[in-house]
């Protein structure tokens, strides 16, 4: 039996069980690069964690989105206050996308400013920058989709800081610091 999935669209029904191993799954989806951004927002004070799922989904209206995992204690604030930022880092900025990823005191001692629509933390020297208002999140698997309607944005100068093959990289793949 097909799915209804929207816009009439149908997806074909999936057998329960994969025999796709979770760590080969990963290897080869990490032969995409991506970007490396840091997603936050204040609840009291300043959250933040490190993302490599952002991405534009639509320009009219503005809308991003990335996917976070359940277990994240950054997930249930960002739900909470309904506003985030999508931070794009530079490339010497990885220092900062690896303190993001699991440093207890994320924003301690790190230069930020709010940005003008909700406040949320803009680290200094980021590359660019969206903030948005929560517009959809999606339960998907161990992770959810989180989907924002974007209110500003801004951007910097510089190169990007990538992520590739599980290694954070600059200048390219191959040429990791």
Known sequence: MD???G????IASRPSQTDIDEGEFRRTLGQFCT???VISTVDGEPVGFTCQSLTSVSPDPPLVTFAVANGSRGLPRLLRTGVFGANVLCADQEPLGRRFAPHPVRFAGVDWL???VAGTPQPAGALAWAEALLSDAVPAGDHTIVIGRVVGVRRGGGDPLLYFGGEFCVGGV????
């Open 3 to 5: 799915t209804p999935v």
């Open 7 to 10: 816009h009439g669209s149908r």
């Open 35 to 37: 970007g490396v951004a």
């Open 114 to 116: 709010p940005a003008p």
């Open 174 to 177: 191959g040429s990791t610091q």
